[in-house]
């Protein structure tokens, strides 16, 4: 089973809907982050989250919101979508109790603005 | 954090060692190497890190230069399932959200 799941996997929609992406953990990690990643620029951090309480933005915020729900999961928002956030997203998790904290990532949201 | 540079692409053959380099000559004493892996647009894999001493795991191992300013991934006996993009990154453990993926290096393992 997935340690950390993205639902959905892929999204088809139109400019101007509201989207949600979300994110699920089963690795007891308290840290959560969002990335975009487009054809040439690598993976983007969008926000992160430290604990429930925490919620920081990352290099590229501007247009999406995030939720931390719960300590496992973590909902990533777009209020009004726009072809230039077409994009595979992925959430990722992370354990500073770990030696040396690794990101592990879910497998990604594939989701295209029409 | 530190940048890091990295062949563009490397071909292995099937069964061979794959040694993928890493040069990142900034790298401060409280900076980690990490390596991932991103097999096609699946979410990226962690593979192994280390700090200054070589490390070695059941995926790969990672050697770290005496003086911390490069480093190899080798993977051991590659196989066709390991073509894939190989991202050096460096970074301090504190905010693993500070992790730069770059380019990488596209491995490429032949029959």
């Known amino acids: 089973d997935a340690d950390v799941t993205q639902t959905p996997r892929n999204r088809i929609t139109k400019t101007g809907k509201r989207i949600m992406l979300e994110c699920s953990q089963t690795k007891g990690h308290d840290r959560m982050y969002w990335y975009r990643q487009d054809p040439g620029l690598g993976l983007r951090l969008i926000y992160y989250?430290?604990?429930?309480?925490?919620?920081n933005k990352g290099e590229i915020s501007d247009g999406y919101s995030v939720s931390r729900q719960a300590q496992a999961k973590f909902s990533l928002s777009l209020e009004s979508a726009i072809p230039n956030q077409t994009a595979l997203y992925f959430c990722a998790t992370s354990d500073l109790g770990l030696a040396g904290g690794p990101l592990f990532f879910g497998p990604g949201t594939r989701l295209t603005v029409l | 954090d530190a940048k890091t540079t990295q062949p563009t692409s490397m071909d292995c053959a099937e069964g061979r060692a794959a040694n993928l380099p890493c040069n990142h000559s900034?790298?401060?004493?409280?900076?980690?190497v990490y390596w991932y892996r991103q097999i096609h647009s699946q979410g990226p894999q962690y593979i192994i890190h280390g700090l200054k001493n070589n490390e070695t795991n059941e995926m790969a191992s990672l050697i770290i230069t005496e003086d911390r300013k490069s480093s190899t991934l080798i993977l051991p006996h590659a196989t066709l399932r390991d073509t894939a993009v190989y991202y050096c990154?460096?970074?301090?453990?504190?905010?693993?959200?500070?992790?730069?993926f770059g380019d990488g290096t596209t491995l490429t393992v032949k029959p």
């Open positions: 990154i460096v970074r301090v453990n504190t905010n693993a959200g500070k992790s730069t």
């Open positions: 900034t790298i401060s004493g409280n900076e980690y």
């Open positions: 989250s430290f604990d429930v309480k925490d919620i």
